[in-house]
């Protein structure tokens, strides 16, 4: 990624970016991997448990959500579809953020200037 | 040119920062093994609480939708970062991240909004996330969508953008980016946490007995992601601003 400096902004040095990458692939991995006996499951479904311990009388029957996904399968393609839809929007705006400032560059060499 | 950053202090403390957070991460994993959730489901808040969220949510997205009119119809260059803010909810809200206590939760996503459109716009586009999940995913419900609009869209984005006003200009960007973060983050889960408490007090200690036990559920699962969220939004925000300059300068978001 090449990053163009410009005034009073700092940009970080692509080691800068790896380093933070990095740290962030580990936080989210690391319990994989120390964390043994665990399926990481349902965080929705477990936090249930805690109301049914405090108030063993309610009942969350009384509405329904309208459609459930059939199974984990389908539920997980439904969460990569939303993943997906933030990614291309990124994706999109980022690079058209990108192309935008290029072509300015293009047009007008010093980097400073307004459209 | 690189490796010299590497001698420079400030790259040393971060280092150490991160090999004192997994060590944390670590020592936890080892100690507890808690649930945890993000969303209140369908049908866990009792139908007086439900209504009573809903209608607390309305005023800010009555605000929200006005400022996003606004935006679109005066500053049309700002509909890249709206979609750019929108799309960042949408994909961290998608991510089950496994957390230590052997559970997972996901991010929030709306610290970058907050910091580039305040709390009130960031009330609309999390609450479109939320109601994505709620209706395709059975991921938290439309009773309960006035409460998690509250935690995660509302109440976690104003309490960071609190954070945000404070910092801002005062501590190197990356610090007050990340704080932004991390509190929207973290912010969206004690706002959970009190609400589930007050719908579900504690039958001997009340509502406080049953905060700290929600609390204890989340917290620890949650400050991890919270601080790997923030420092994906500083890494995006520096993004933003060696290529969307002057876009962060119609925003007011000049050398902070």
Redesign the interface.
Known sequence: ?T??T?P??????????I???T??I???????F??Q??E????????????AT??PD?N??????????PGGET?SA???L??A??????G???G???GK?KGRAEINPSPTD?? | MSLKKFKNPKTIGWLLLIVFLLSIQVAWAKSSAAPSKMHIMEGYLPLGWAIFWWVAAIPFWVIGFVQVRKVITEKPQQRIMLGLAGGFIFVLSALKIPSVTGSSSHPTGTGLSTILFGPFITAILGTIALIFQALLLAHGGLSTLGANSVSMAIGGPLVAYGIWLLLKGKTPTWLSVFATAFVADLATYLITTTQLALAFPDPVSGFWGSWLLFAGIFAVTQIPLAIAEGILVVLIFNALQSTASNELKELGLEGV
């Open positions: 990624m990053t163009q410009q009073r902004t700092k940009i970080y040095s692509l080691w800068i970016i380093l933070g990458i740290a962030i580990l936080i989210s991995a690391i319990p994989l120390v964390v006996d665990s990481f499951g349902g965080a929705d479904g477990l936090g249930a448990e805690t109301v405090l108030a309610y969350p029957e009384w509405i329904t959500n309208w459609w459930e996904p539920e439904l969460f990569a939303q993943a839809i933030g990614g291309i929007l990124i999109y705006f980022f058209y953020l990108r400032q307004e459209t």
